[in-house]
């Protein structure tokens, strides 16, 4: 007999439906609490052989375990297991102390893991060990004394305005594919969204006389944001090419951007597509769709734009979150200062 894991179950549904979850982040969480669980019931070694999901995978660590399982629930769970396994895991699980909590965390920095992965595995079970406390499953919380390891301060990339140009000018608008990049490019420079917001954008959300999108971000949480009118214009084009193509009847009538066979685009797909146009005007490969929200941001501030104006376009719940990017602006004054100032 087997049967899947109840306690993490309750709780990726619980991320999925109460906290609006992306599919992709309750896999990471899944993935975390999958290897705490192997490290409690197996050692190091046990928990070395836990891999995180790649974000095309269409389950998470638990599910893809499991072949052919294609995942019921609101995120994958667990994979099968004894009775005896499960009841075990749930008995160390719910036993839980805050040394066994330190003693994974030296497992992490002993595998080399990176701070910042240490803390989004701690701050998964965090929040495991908050939700069994609102249940009443548990009476202490063993998360509750540890702190979260001290992260290094990297700066996000950021293009100049020569590359957004270069990049920008790069697909040939003139065909309907290249028409569609142009205006996801300028879209993204335009407003900064996340990709995952660009590929949910609907034909309805852009309000063309009102120069805005409607966005749907995290949480579900929608926001209006403003759109150049040059981001506008290039979406209107694309729009203009697809209702004259041949296959139009066929395509996905409610997406703004859809791919070649009419299906809205993912996230992965306009990866991919920038990749291809770094690759033609020469510009760093390592560049990714969120480097131009960094750009975006950057380029905001830098010509005056007021902080907590860039963090309601951005969509970030806290403010410390927009905060980086005023080091970015910092650095460049600090630039600027030292090619300027006779004595510097």
Do not use: W
Request: net charge positive; hydrophobic share 35%.
């Amino acid at each position: 007999m087997s049967q899947e894991h109840p306690l993490v179950t309750d709780f990726l549904n619980y991320l999925r439906f109460e906290r609006h979850f992306s599919p992709h982040t309750g896999k990471c969480y899944a993935a975390d609490l999958y290897q705490f669980g192997q490290f409690q019931l197996g050692g190091p070694e046990a928990a070395a052989r836990v891999s995180l999901p790649s974000r095309g995978t269409p389950q998470s660590a638990f599910a893809a375990a499991r072949p052919g399982h294609a995942g019921g629930t609101a995120v994958a769970v667990a994979p099968a297991q004894t009775t005896q396994d499960v009841a075990v895991l749930r008995e160390k699980l719910l036993k839980t102390d805050s040394n066994q909590i330190r003693a994974f965390l030296t497992f992490l920095h002993e595998r080399e893991y990176s701070k910042a992965t240490a803390a989004r595995k701690l701050a998964t079970l965090r929040s495991f060990y908050k939700f069994l406390m609102r249940k009443s499953i548990i009476t202490s919380n063993p998360v509750a004394a540890i702190r979260t390891p001290k992260q290094e301060k990297r700066l996000p990339k950021f293009l100049d305005i020569e590359q957004v140009r270069r990049l920008l000018s790069t697909p040939d608008d003139s065909t309907l594919l290249g028409a569609r990049d142009r205006a996801m490019l300028e879209t993204l420079y335009s407003t900064g969204v996340r990709v995952s917001e660009l590929v949910a954008l609907n034909v309805e959300d852009v309000d063309t006389p009102g120069e805005c999108l409607r966005i749907r971000g995290k949480g579900r949480k929608e926001r209006l944001t403003p759109i150049g009118p040059t981001a506008l214009r290039s979406i209107r084009k694309y729009l203009d090419m697809r209702l004259t193509d041949p296959r139009s009847t066929t395509f996905d009538k409610s997406a703004l951007y859809v791919n070649k066979h009419g299906q809205r685009l993912s996230t992965r797909s306009v990866r991919r597509k920038l990749d291809k146009y770094l690759l033609v005007c020469g510009l760093d490969p390592s560049i990714s769709p969120h480097t131009l929200r960094h750009t975006f941001a950057t380029h905001m501030l830098n010509n005056g734009a007021d902080l907590r104006s860039v963090q309601e376009l951005l969509g970030h719940q806290s403010i410390s979150t927009t905060q980086v990017y005023t080091h970015l602006t910092t650095a460049q004054l600090k630039r600027d200062y030292d090619n300027s100032h006779p004595r510097a």
